[in-house]
């Protein structure tokens, strides 16, 4: 199965080439699910490396990182589910939470299983969808945690080759 809109191509945030990162979100989002979303990080002891510009800080309370004036750099918070499989959030802001992946990270069923599992943990915490759509197809997702169903879905017909 081929997740649709998933190709390579040059990924200016990436810094990799080549690679084009999925972006994920939780929509209609507030500080308090930013902050939600940090203290289940901090609960299950996922490692994880706050950044601001070139700077690495001890991780803040949500409302320390949120709202960013429009002109200024989004700090970072690289978060490793495991040692091979990284998740990136940006606090660009507190009215949606994003975050990037690496589909090469995500190969194999295990590592599937894994980010899928993230997914469920942060929708459940929030009692809101997970949405991960292609880079730059924002508001077109593919796969995502259903609330209703409780569980992540494919919300878009897969590709066959």
């Known amino acids: 199965m081929i997740v649709p ?3 390579s191509g040059c990924s200016p945030r990436c810094g990799c080439p080549g690679e084009s990162l999925p972006e994920a979100s939780v929509p209609d989002a507030s500080g308090h699910n930013w902050q939600d979303v940090l203290d289940l990080i901090m609960e299950k002891d996922w490692k994880c490396q706050y950044s601001d510009g070139e700077r690495v800080l001890p991780l ?4 320390a990182a949120l709202p960013r004036p429009a002109d200024t750099e989004c700090p970072s ?3 490793w589910l495991r040692a091979d499989v990284l998740a990136i959030f940006r606090f660009c802001s507190d ?3 994003d975050f990037d992946v690496d589909l090469h990270e995500l190969q194999g069923q295990e ?3 894994l980010f899928c599992g993230f997914l469920r943990e942060i929708g459940r915490r929030l009692g809101k969808p997970v949405l991960m759509h292609p880079e730059g197809a924002h508001g077109h997702p593919v796969l995502g945690f259903d609330v209703e169903a409780d569980r992540v ?3 878009a017909e897969p590709l066959v080759r």
């Open 77 to 79: 918070l690289r978060v």
């Open 60 to 63: 803040p309370r949500a409302e």
């Open 95 to 97: 009215e949606e939470i």
């Open 5 to 7: 809109g998933f190709t």
């Open 111 to 113: 590592r599937l299983e």
């Open 153 to 155: 879905v494919l919300l």
